[in-house]
């Protein structure tokens, strides 16, 4: 399943399990000769061949596992009925925590403002001339210009949105597919998901998959017919 949907990654092992079965199987100076006959690169992130700057862990399949711990023991619509459950949950308590709040942010940014304020209100600052400040805190004493700071006009960059929309229009399948996902659960875009059909259609298999995910949180005869492919993904994988 992972190797269809992600045919540039690369598979290593879980350190933990590989740890494991070697304390358990191994007691003496084979387990050297095991660890280099499955090859570096399957357990050492320095020999990894694919690109290292975003590796991901079963760290979090782990975590899942133990979160539907129940419900891994009936059908698939449980478990789909219990993370739609959590997730309706989640949003009921942000919003219900944050429906009376007067605060204009997040609560993460209104204590990184706190804390701003809080340390700006020890410093002591006092005009001297045109633009410059003298500024006093627990004793030291600094000039700060207005002048001399560099600024640097914003700007959109329009070069990347053009050729991102020349991809769209000329049917690139990984460019409606991004863009379809990012709209369609950032955006609430009705014309998202016409994208991800598109990419779908073209023959992309990230697209087919979020489809039929979508099915399945769609319920109904949708949910059968997502069920239904992912289904016959996993049997095309083995």
Not at 60 to 70: C, K, L, P, T
Not at 74 to 81: E, K, M, P, Q, S
């Amino acid at each position: 399943m992972v190797s269809t949907i992600y045919p540039a990654s690369h598979y290593g092992c879980c350190m933990r399990h590989l740890g494991e079965n070697i304390r358990n199987n191994f007691h003496n100076s084979k387990a050297a000769e095991t660890l280099e006959r499955i090859g570096f690169h399957t357990w050492s992130r320095a020999f990894c061949p694919g690109n290292r700057y975003n590796i991901m862990t079963s760290n979090i399949a782990e975590s899942v596992n133990s979160m539907f711990d129940v419900e891994r023991e009936f059908l698939i619509v449980a478990r789909f009925d219990e993370i739609n459950r959590r997730f309706a949950l989640l949003f009921h308590q942000r919003r219900i925590e944050l429906v009376n709040s007067a605060n204009r942010f997040v609560p993460s940014i209104e204590k990184d403002i706190s804390k701003y304020v809080n340390a700006g209100n020890k410093l002591l600052a006092h005009q001297i001339a045109n633009y410059k400040f003298s500024v006093t805190s627990h004793g030291d004493v600094a000039t700060v210009t207005l002048v001399s700071i560099p600024y640097r006009r914003w700007s959109i960059v329009r070069r990347c949105t053009s050729f991102l929309k020349m991809c769209r229009a000329s049917r690139n399948l990984e460019a409606l597919y991004r863009k379809g996902v990012f709209d369609f659960f950032n955006r609430n875009d009705p014309t998202a998901l016409g994208m991800i059909n598109q990419a779908a259609d073209g023959g992309h298999i990230g697209a087919s998959y979020v489809l039929a995910i979508i099915s399945i949180f769609n319920g109904g005869v949708s949910m059968r017919e997502g069920l239904m492919f992912i289904a016959n993904m996993k049997k095309r994988s083995h």
